[in-house]
């Protein structure tokens, strides 16, 4: 069956410091991925999605960029980190069909 | 793009009664609308879903709803229980793999 990672569980960083959240899914070959940022109390905010190996499309432009060095790994970063950024990161996947499943989250606050 | 609405944004109601949660959507070409439930800090859930050349689906106490002429689909939660209390989310599909997600429904159950 198919697992979704997401690693860390929580992160507290700095204003402008660096960010990189990893993803990744298991079990399952060449998925859609996509990541979604979650504010405090409010709804889900596509930020990337990737169709295929070094295929990423942007749905929101800010200092946040994705990357996908591998089939079955998906990576969120960031250079500067905004107190804006705080929030809950989530990673998601589909293949073939357009459910969706996510995966654990992060948890970021920036102070 | 797709453009979903969710109401109410809150719904507060006693065990044992029911619950509905309307959503509304603008892309005709729209064809899949899963219902997601997220617990408080946890990763959104698949619960249901329902595809354009159905009308109807249901699943024990939980039944969804679709409308494709007027654009609305509906949740539906009978026998509500404490263990109902979570935010929920309904979507549809847009192009390449991707849903377009309401701004979320918080359903209290009061025992």
């Known amino acids: 069956s198919q697992t979704i990672h997401q690693w860390p569980a929580t992160l507290v960083q700095p204003v402008g410091s660096p960010l990189s959240l990893e993803c990744t899914v298991e079990?399952?070959?060449?998925?859609?991925l996509y990541w979604y940022r979650q504010a405090a109390g409010r709804g889900l905010q596509l930020l990337f999605y990737?169709?295929?190996?070094?295929?990423i499309s942007s749905e929101v432009p800010q200092n946040l960029s994705a990357s996908r060095p591998q089939d079955r790994q998906f990576i969120l970063s960031s250079k500067k980190l905004l107190l804006s950024d705080s929030g809950f990161y989530l990673c998601a996947w589909n293949s073939g069909t357009f459910t969706q499943y996510f995966g654990p989250g992060t948890r970021l606050t920036v102070l | 793009g797709e453009n979903v609405e969710q109401h109410p944004s809150t719904l507060s109601v006693q065990e044992g009664d029911s619950a509905v949660i309307k959503c509304t959507y603008s892309?005709?070409?729209?064809?899949?609308f899963p219902w997601y439930k997220q617990e408080l800090g946890k990763r959104p859930q698949l619960i249901i879903d329902i595809r354009s050349n159905v009308g109807e689906k249901k699943d024990q106490r939980i039944a969804v709803t679709l409308n494709k002429t007027a654009k609305h689909f509906s949740l539906h939660i009978t026998e509500t229980q404490p263990e109902d209390s979570a935010v929920y989310f309904c979507?549809?599909?847009?192009?390449?793999?991707?849903?377009?997600f309401g701004a979320g429904t918080t359903v209290t159950v009061r025992a």
């Open positions: 079990g399952t070959s060449n998925p859609n």
């Open positions: 892309d005709s070409a729209s064809n899949y």
């Open positions: 979507a549809a599909s847009i192009s390449d793999y991707k849903l377009s």
């Open positions: 990737s169709v295929g190996i070094g295929q």
